[in-house]
């Protein structure tokens, strides 16, 4: 071979050699896709039914290919989750409808209106009033003087707790003279404990049927739920129309009789700003994920379409809005099977 032939060679032997060296390289900053979609989930405390949903939820998602992981955060529930999502600390959160409500609106305990949309309407909350079986109490009034459990400071159970107490006079913090109650705030978890011990003589929770701690408890020690449904009226009346007169059934929990209570919807809340695809996103994988949810707690049975969308005065953010749309869409234009003649 030529030194001229050599030389015209080189170059290209020397590009190929370069091009060869520098192709793992290429190939290891390569994405191997898009980046998942990650979104923290504000629950509530351990023990209850939005920690029991969202850790579900979240382990649901998670686990599934796809671009989308969600971590499941404990807080305190309703009052702090609309704050966590309006200042960004988290993606979405499971808050009260009425407590919502009063986040949009900036009333108390809101000191201004914050940017809280609605992903869906899930299920309805019953709220408990839960005394040991042989305790002397039938209803609210005859808890004046006891030491009772108004929930985790920051939850929606501490705000209807004040609301209840309110309405039968023993508001305002526990004086014996006044005939008031003495005010602790603990979890679910914690309250279920002080119950069975006697440190307590009632607590308030606000919750799905059934609550698991709520449940463990019956099993372990006789308890009863207070009858609430002659309040439901008041409260609409002086707080807005997101309460209804619901059953506990008998032995929802072990040995506890039926009672009428007061429900309240739940909604899945993100911020305002959420991107509409990622809100879409959402509202699609919690749709998707329901009948694994349900495996895991029946209120999941709860969750539709038709319901869901029924979030005021809580807006729905568009990308859910998106997603029901499509939902209807394809309903319509489903073919429609006819009886045999």
């Known amino acids: 071979m030529s030194r001229i032939t050599l030389a015209l060679l080189w170059p290209l032997t020397a590009a190929c050699l370069v091009l060869a060296a520098s192709a793992p390289l290429l190939t290891a900053s390569a994405p191997d896709g898009p980046e998942p979609l990650r979104l923290t989930l504000g629950t509530g405390g351990s023990g209850g039914v939005y920690h029991e949903y969202g850790a ?25 989750n609309n704050r966590l999502v309006a200042n960004g600390t988290v993606d979405a959160a499971f808050t009260l409808s009425d407590v919502a409500a009063l986040a949009v609106a900036g009333d ?74 003495y005010r602790v705030r603990l979890s679910i978890e914690a309250s279920t404990t002080a119950l069975e011990r ?37 409260l609409s009346d002086e707080y807005g129309a997101y309460f209804s007169e619901l059953p506990v059934p008998a032995d929802t929990y072990p040995g506890v009789p039926a009672v009428r209570t007061i429900g ?65 869409y394809a309903h319509d234009r489903a073919p429609v099977s006819s009886a045999a003649p």
């Open 198 to 234: 006697g440190d307590i003589d009632a607590f308030f929770w606000s919750g799905g049927l059934p609550t698991q701690a709520v449940a463990d408890l019956a099993a372990r020690h006789p308890v009863r739920l207070l009858d609430l449904s002659e309040h439901v009226s008041t």
């Open 108 to 181: 108390p305990p809101f000191e201004e209106p914050l940017p809280v949309n609605a992903i869906a309407r899930l299920y309805d909350n019953h709220t408990h009033v839960v005394v040991r079986a042989e305790s002397p109490y039938r209803n609210l009034e005859d808890l004046a003087g006891t030491v009772v459990s108004v929930g985790s400071q920051g939850s929606g159970t501490e705000m209807m707790a004040e609301r209840l107490l309110d309405l039968v006079d023993l508001g305002g913090r526990g004086d014996p003279s006044g005939g008031r109650v």
């Open 56 to 80: 579900a939820l979240a382990g649901i998602v998670s686990s599934q290919p796809g671009d989308v992981r969600i971590s499941a955060l404990t807080t305190a529930a309703s009052v702090e």
């Open 264 to 328: 309240v919807p739940s909604l899945l809340v993100v911020n305002a700003d959420m991107p509409r695809a990622d809100a879409e996103e959402l509202t699609r994988l919690l749709f998707a994920s329901r009948a694994r949810l349900a495996e895991i707690h029946p209120v999941a049975l709860q969750l539709h379409p038709r319901s869901a969308i029924s979030t005021l005065p809580v807006p729905l953010h568009p990308g859910a809005a998106d997603y029901y749309a499509e939902v209807k």
